[in-house]
């Protein structure tokens, strides 16, 4: 039904600090991302959300237990090339940041 697509980043056998899936369904995009999004891992997920054209974007930060300036730059640049089209489920400390950072009111995130 979907296309799925998958990335870790190996920690020398501890459980991976970041992983990031994606599914399409049909126009939307659904792109999960777990652990910590930082200078190291930032890029993988804008690669992620951009890497099938979508109608819709919905990525999922709710699992997301770090997020950095390299993740807050990631998710600018994703909402500026998919106007719109972006929804941002932030974890509490995904939404901390980006209150922190002048960026809690964008339409694209999402407090459900």
Same mark, same amino acid.
């Given at each position: 039904m ?7 980043v +190996?920690?020398?056998?501890?459980p @991976? ?14 792109v ?5 999004? +930082? ?5 993988t997920?804008?690669?992620?959300a %951009?890497?099938? @054209?979508a109608?819709? &974007?919905? %990525? ?9 300036? *390299?993740?807050?730059? *990631? &998710? &600018?640049?994703l909402a500026?090339? &998919? @106007?719109g089209? %972006?929804?941002?489920l932030p974890s509490?400390?995904v939404? =901390?940041?980006?209150?922190i950072?002048?960026?809690g009111?964008q339409?694209? %995130? =999402?407090r459900?």
């Amino acid at each position: 039904m979907g296309l799925c697509h998958c990335g870790c980043v +190996d920690q020398g056998g501890a459980p @991976p600090v970041f992983s990031v899936s994606g599914e399409l369904d049909g126009d939307h995009l659904q792109v999960a991302v777990t652990g910590e999004v +930082d200078m190291a891992t930032a890029d993988t997920m804008l690669q992620a959300a %951009l890497r099938e @054209p979508a109608a819709r &974007v919905t %990525l999922d930060l709710r699992a997301v237990t770090f997020f950095d300036s *390299a993740a807050i730059h *990631a &998710v &600018v640049q994703l909402a500026q090339r &998919v @106007p719109g089209r %972006l929804a941002v489920l932030p974890s509490r400390q995904v939404a =901390r940041v980006l209150e922190i950072s002048g960026l809690g009111e964008q339409d694209w %995130l =999402r407090r459900d």
